[in-house]
């Protein structure tokens, strides 16, 4: 009997956890922030969240980069994961800068939880669910900045080195390839982890929609 051929396990994840990114550009923190007219307040709390998450977020790629024993997987994961977050960490920092913002402050329920959801994949063992989960963050980040770049009023915009930063060529490349790399890893996997995968794709998405909706009410 001829092996199965399966559907594209990225277009799965996606279609299965496309409402929540629905709601996600459809939120008053991504409609106004493309406006330009997001309150400061608003961005603020999001931005110092952020902070905290990104680090937790690069140390978790690491450490997940270590169950990728293929050495060009590897190296193509570790150089994705360091160019993001010293990308993202100036972003950061400019804006840190630009509008004082405090970020000496606790992690929020939605923070403290998404990076336990994370932390929690990659303590499988399993690269596949590990990615899976930390998928969300990169590839539902990208998608938002290019919807953005392609909305939004950019020039004036006091956010748009976020807007840039989340929609750049590099970074869209780099995603590009980690999605080929998740893909790889599913159609070699069986039916149980495939699921897995899914699971933990869905539900670090729903974890991004609370993000934003943490920044926005608080």
Not at 14 to 30: K, L, R, T, V
């Amino acid at each position: 009997m001829d092996k199965k051929v399966l559907p594209s396990w990225t277009r799965e994840a996606w279609d299965a956890a496309e409402p929540i990114y629905q709601s996600i550009i459809d939120h008053p923190f991504i409609t106004e922030l493309a406006a330009g007219t997001l309150a400061q307040e608003k961005f603020d709390r999001y931005l110092a969240q952020d902070e905290l998450y990104v680090g937790n977020y690069g140390r978790q790629m690491f450490e997940l980069a270590e169950l990728i024993t293929d050495p060009e997987q590897h190296r193509m994961f570790s150089d994705f994961a360091r160019e993001g977050i010293e990308g993202e960490k100036a972003m950061h920092a400019l804006l840190i800068e630009r509008f004082g913002i405090d970020t000496a402050v606790q992690p929020s329920a939605v923070t403290a939880a998404y990076n336990a959801h994370t932390q929690e994949a990659i303590a499988t063992g399993s690269k596949e669910i590990g990615l899976a989960a930390m998928l969300p963050c990169m590839w539902v980040y990208n998608e938002v900045g290019l919807y953005i770049l392609r909305t939004a009023q950019v020039e004036g915009n006091p956010y748009k080195e976020w807007i840039q930063e989340y929609g750049n060529e590099a970074f869209t490349e780099g995603v590009n390839q980690v999605l080929q790399l998740a893909d790889e890893y599913a159609e070699a996997a069986d039916e149980t982890t495939r699921k897995r995968m899914t699971s933990a794709y869905i539900e670090a998405t729903r974890y991004e929609y609370l993000f934003w909706d943490y920044g926005y009410n608080g």
